[in-house]
């Protein structure tokens, strides 16, 4: 089915492991985005690729890095994990600016 | 800074009821408004994309309107149903990113 493919669905961490979330889509969009959601913080940017070749930060990227491989993946890495980085984590693309945005189904993540 | 704000946090209704669910954002200077769908430990579903150019968007029992002038959002669903359970989210887009609101969570009881 087409759309917004991430890998690993769970993963629990010891602090100061480092890890990396993959995220894939196949409908040739060309931006993408990392987005975080914890309970009563709503959804909240980390970073985002508007095309192929650019990152930029969003709201929330300390603790994180990027790299957009090619037009169709877009990981996010965890370097030194900490319990404050225990959330949930979607990733989502859209065609351009102005267009809507789809989401994959999330990576549940916990820092003990 | 964009700010989206959805008020009340949580509405509980009997099915049958039309409701209405509002969003407001405190900068008029967007792209679109998108509604989404949450089910409690998925992800999010697309319901609605109103382009700023746009009044109002209709997908069967959802209609949303959107003001950009007053930043206002409304999603109204017809005849609710039990199966309409689920959090909404309401979410601005501009500048390449898209802001969200915290949700409301809906519950429709038999």
């Known amino acids: 089915n087409a759309g917004v493919t991430q890998t690993p669905k769970f993963q629990v961490l010891k602090t100061g492991q480092s890890m990396t979330l993959q995220c894939a889509q196949d409908?040739?969009?060309?931006?993408m985005y990392w987005y975080r959601q914890d309970p009563g913080m709503g959804l909240r940017l980390i970073y985002y690729?508007?095309?192929?070749?650019?990152?930029d930060k969003g709201e929330v990227p300390n603790g994180y890095n990027v790299s957009r491989l090619n037009k169709r993946e877009f990981s996010l890495r965890l370097e030194s994990a900490a319990p404050s980085q225990t959330s949930v984590y979607f990733c989502?693309?859209?065609?351009?600016?102005?267009?809507?945005?789809?989401f994959g189904s999330g990576t549940r993540l916990t820092v003990v | 800074k964009q700010e989206v704000t959805q008020i009340p946090a949580a509405l509980s209704v009997p099915e049958g009821e039309n409701l209405v669910l509002n969003c407001s954002f405190t900068?008029?200077?967007?792209?679109?408004l998108q509604w989404f769908r949450q089910d409690p430990g998925k992800g999010l579903t697309s319901l609605l994309l109103?382009?700023?150019?746009?009044r109002e968007q209709t997908s069967g029992r959802l209609n949303a309107s959107l003001d950009k002038s007053s930043g206002r959002s409304t999603l109204y669903i017809a005849a609710s149903q039990p199966g309409d359970s689920a959090t909404y989210l309401c979410?601005?887009?501009?500048?390449?990113?898209?802001?969200f609101g915290k949700g409301i969570t809906l519950s429709v009881r038999p």
């Open positions: 109103i382009q700023s150019s746009q």
């Open positions: 409908m040739n969009h060309n931006s």
């Open positions: 690729s508007a095309s192929e070749g650019t990152t």
């Open positions: 979410a601005v887009g501009a500048n390449s990113k898209l802001t």
């Open positions: 989502a693309s859209s065609e351009m600016r102005g267009y809507g945005y789809t």
């Open positions: 900068d008029s200077a967007i792209y679109n």
